[in-house]
């Protein structure tokens, strides 16, 4: 069982920068996929950004490369996402995932993560 808690969410200007932080108990968060995903208002939730479990490879959504970053801290049991150049379109509730599964075909899909946060509201003003 993994229980994950999102912070740093908040209101910011279109152009700032936010930086998510996502706190993972379990002994065993080393070996769990990370996932970030976002839902807008009246919206379906949606890929943000993944890490695999060792940290060394990254996905991202189109619309966040370059403006965002996903990285883990495996001896904190945290996973970050930095977020640049922040748009009004990235205004969304955003919420840390982690999936358990050996074999992972697509990162970017919610089905792959078992276990999810309760969000943290993320505005973006213009």
């Known amino acids: 069982q993994v229980q994950l808690v999102e912070s740093g969410g908040g209101l910011v200007q279109a152009g700032g920068s936010l930086r998510l932080s996502c706190a993972a108990s379990g002994r065993t968060f080393s070996s769990y996929a990370m996932g970030w995903f976002r839902q807008p208002p009246g919206q379906e939730r949606e890929f943000v950004a993944a890490i695999r479990w060792g940290g060394g490879a990254t996905d991202y959504a189109d619309s966040v490369k370059g403006r965002f970053t996903i990285s883990r801290d495996n001896a904190k049991n945290t996973v970050d996402l930095q977020m640049s150049s922040l748009r009004p379109e990235d205004t969304a509730v955003y919420y840390c995932?982690?999936?358990?599964?050996?074999?992972?075909?697509?990162?970017?899909?919610?089905?792959?993560?078992?276990?999810w946060g309760q969000g943290t509201q993320v505005t973006v003003s213009s």
């Open positions: 995932a982690a999936a358990s599964k050996y074999y992972i075909p697509n990162y970017g899909a919610a089905t792959t993560y078992d276990y």
